[in-house]
Structures are given as C-alpha cells and as structure tokens.
C-alpha cells in the first residue's frame, strides 16, 4: 500500500521513538510505501525548530532514513477536495488525493468529518487494529 503520513504523526514517532505511534511509522516503513508532501515535512521542520530545537538533526535524520516518496501539487484549489474543517489541512489532503495514496495516517480531529472513500483516513491506532495484528 502507499500511505501518507501526517505531520502530527512524524511529529510523535519521532520524539518518543518507543511509543506506539513510533512502532506504526516503523510497521508502515518495513511493509509499505510511504508518501511524504513538501508541506507536510515543512510543517514537521517548523514544529521541531520551534518546540524541539536541539532534536532537528535527529528530525532531519530520521525522515531521511524513511526513504519516502516525495509528492507535490503546484496549485490547490479549495473547489475541487471534499471540505475540512481546517482549511490548513487542506494540502495534506489534496496531496493524498492526488498521490493516490491508499491510507492517509492522522491524529489530526479536522479530518474527521472529511468524507472521502479514498484513500482511507485512519488514526494510529485504527491502523494498527488493522494492520498489525
């Protein structure tokens, strides 16, 4: 499968590396394609200068060792991706729209209420009910 990563998802697995979001990210790097978009790793370069600065090598290092997929789309327009009650999520969703990816990983709230059947939205925990069981 491809799946797509949330920047909140990175975010966790790589500051508590023993932790159950870390062992899905570890799961979904050994048995799947990962897809990554520019903003999403932007959105986790941000966070970690800002909250974590002196992990940001480690960051850094660890999103190289994913050995994703990069995918970007140039223009978004807001008409054309079912509605999210955060429009600053709206590029992840569009960018795993139009990946193709097969499951979008989030802890994110917001998109929860997006109704889409592809690629699948699921929280940490529901794909690993799922998927490493």
Do not use: W
Request: hydrophobic share 40%; glycine share 0%; proline share 5%.
């Amino acid at each position: 499968m491809r799946i797509m990563l949330d920047a909140n998802v990175l975010v966790s697995a790589i500051l508590i590396r023993h932790s159950k979001v870390a062992d899905v990210v570890r799961h979904i790097k050994d048995n799947h394609k990962i897809v990554l978009c520019r903003y999403l790793i932007d959105e986790v370069i941000d966070t970690y200068y800002e909250k974590f600065p002196d992990m940001v090598d480690d960051m850094k290092n660890i999103i190289a060792e994913l050995n994703y997929e990069p995918f970007d789309i140039d223009h978004i327009d807001p008409k054309k991706y079912p509605k999210i009650r955060d429009i600053k999520d709206l590029p992840i969703l569009a960018n795993a729209i139009e990946a193709k990816v097969d499951v979008l990983i989030t802890g994110d709230k917001d998109f929860e209420t997006v109704k889409i059947d592809k690629p699948r939205i699921l929280k940490p925990r529901e794909y690993q009910d799922e998927f490493m069981r």
